[in-house]
């Protein structure tokens, strides 16, 4: 099993919601991301989990939470979101994070389309 | 803070012409790595360069390292409809453990 499940596909949220997203992969994987992308852009990091605790944040805002709650799960806990959070949310696994000697690659999962109204 | 160009930002080529893409770091890179989104897609992994001046082969693909490891590009040779898509590299920045995305080339291919 190669594959990063993401759930769910499309999410629409007021700016007073709280949501989840979920992703969820099987192939062993210790480091885990989430990154954004706007349309036309490239993906931006958001956060490294390795072995199960966050290794990178990059400076994002608190109303974006993360949790990796074992091995093969990452969540992504959304609150109070603005207009401009809309993007796709990209979750992706790799074998471990990247290290001095270690160049693993990173498999995506389909992402989570959001909007926030 | 650190970038990682690709030019051109658009290219639309006839089936059946060559495509490049070209990858420009500000600083050196411990390894690069090519990832192909197909519209409405995700990232797929392509493939990964770590040493200096390497090149490698994938089919009609090509890709390369440069000799400082700040740039790279990726060649299709005979472009097909199946090549649409936006190519991005990602860099990995010495001393870092993370990837900084290339801004991409969109390609499309016109049959």
């Known amino acids: 099993d190669t594959e990063v499940t993401q759930t769910p596909k499309h999410l629409v949220m007021g700016m007073t919601n709280k949501k989840s997203l979920k992703c969820e992969q099987h192939?062993?994987?210790?480091?885990m991301y989430w990154y954004k992308q706007k349309a036309k852009k490239p993906p931006e990091l958001m956060f490294v989990y390795s072995y199960e605790k966050l290794s990178i944040n990059e400076s994002v805002p608190s109303r974006f939470s993360p949790e990796c709650p074992n091995s093969s799960l990452l969540n992504l806990h959304l609150h109070a979101l603005q207009p401009e959070d809309s993007a796709l949310y990209l979750c992706?696994?790799?074998?471990?994070?990247?290290?001095?000697?270690?160049?693993?690659?990173?498999?995506f999962g389909p992402g989570t389309r959001l909007t926030v109204l | 803070g650190q970038q990682v160009m690709q030019i051109p930002q658009y290219q639309h080529v006839q089936e059946g012409e060559d495509f490049t893409t070209y990858c420009n770091s500000s600083t050196t890179l411990s390894n690069i790595q090519w990832y192909k989104q197909r519209p409405g897609g995700h990232p797929v992994f392509l493939i990964q360069l770590v040493k200096s001046g390497e090149v490698k082969k994938q089919k009609r693909l090509t890709f390369q390292f440069g000799e400082a490891k700040k740039n790279s590009s990726l060649h299709i040779t005979a472009t097909q409809t199946t090549d649409v898509g936006t190519y991005f590299c990602a860099g990995r920045p010495s001393g870092t453990y993370k990837y900084i995305f290339g801004t991409g080339t969109r390609l499309k291919v016109l049959a």
């Open positions: 992706a696994s790799s074998q471990t994070k990247p290290g001095p000697r270690t160049y693993n690659e990173q498999f």
């Open positions: 192939m062993g994987h210790r480091a």
